[in-house]
């Protein structure tokens, strides 16, 4: 239970500001400790990832110019060169994955990256739920917190890639919205497996039901 945790609520309650809190306090005690602590920041669209770095930024940048690596997986936007400049940042295409890899395994500092899910299989060496099979080895259970914004809106398929990086002793927070639409699906579940088929959100709430709540 301890390494689950589900953060509900509807629009505009700073769900994502929570999160980015969150994941700022877990780099400040990785750079404190000086434990090479790797999170996965991940949703189900970029406009998603992007508002959660956003919140994120200045905290990173509060953290010092070379406290954590900044990775992100074939960003869109131009963002903020000024800034960025300030810190380890760095956008990576699928060709730099490699890389990004073997800097996560120096274990010489912190590291955080942002990815859409779609993202993560090329990350894991995975076939998307699209895509082609790959004869590459798996590269999996590389991050020890892992966090999904607008978690309602991921479902559970799309969602693998980002579980799949989770370590044995990970942390998995999902964030989102239960009374939202769920993802639109074009398999009809069999009656009372729509958790299997709908949004990773609301699997674990099934799965997990007596999940304590905290107001």
């Given at each position: 239970r301890r390494c689950l945790s589900l953060i509900w609520g509807p629009p505009g309650t700073g769900k994502t500001t929570t999160g980015a809190g969150l994941a700022a306090a877990e780099l400040w005690l990785a750079v404190t400790r000086q434990m090479p602590q790797k999170l996965l920041i991940t949703g189900p669209n970029y406009q998603t990832v992007e508002n959660f770095y956003s919140d994120l930024l200045p905290l990173l940048?509060?953290?010092?110019?070379?406290?954590?690596?900044?990775?992100?997986?074939?960003?869109?936007?131009?963002g903020e060169p000024d800034l960025e400049a300030l810190l380890d940042y760095r956008r990576c295409d699928r060709k730099s994955l490699e890389v990004l890899r073997a800097e996560m395994e120096e274990g010489d500092k912190p590291t955080i990256v942002f990815a859409v899910t779609a993202q993560l299989f090329n990350l894991a060496n995975l076939p998307s739920p699209r895509?082609?099979?790959?004869?590459?080895?798996?590269?999996?259970?590389m991050f020890d917190l892992v966090m999904v914004d607008e978690a309602s809106q991921v479902d559970v398929a799309s969602a693998i890639g980002a579980l799949a990086e989770l370590a044995p002793s990970g942390r998995l927070v999902l964030l989102g919205d239960r009374l939202q639409m769920p993802p639109i699906s074009k398999v009809e579940s069999p009656k009372g497996c729509e958790h299997l088929v709908g949004s990773i959100l609301d699997y674990f709430q099934v799965r997990f039901g007596e999940i304590e709540a905290y107001p």
């Open positions: 940048l509060a953290l010092g110019p070379d406290a954590a690596r900044v990775r992100w997986i074939e960003r869109r936007e131009l895509g082609k099979k790959s004869a590459a080895v798996p590269a999996l259970e």
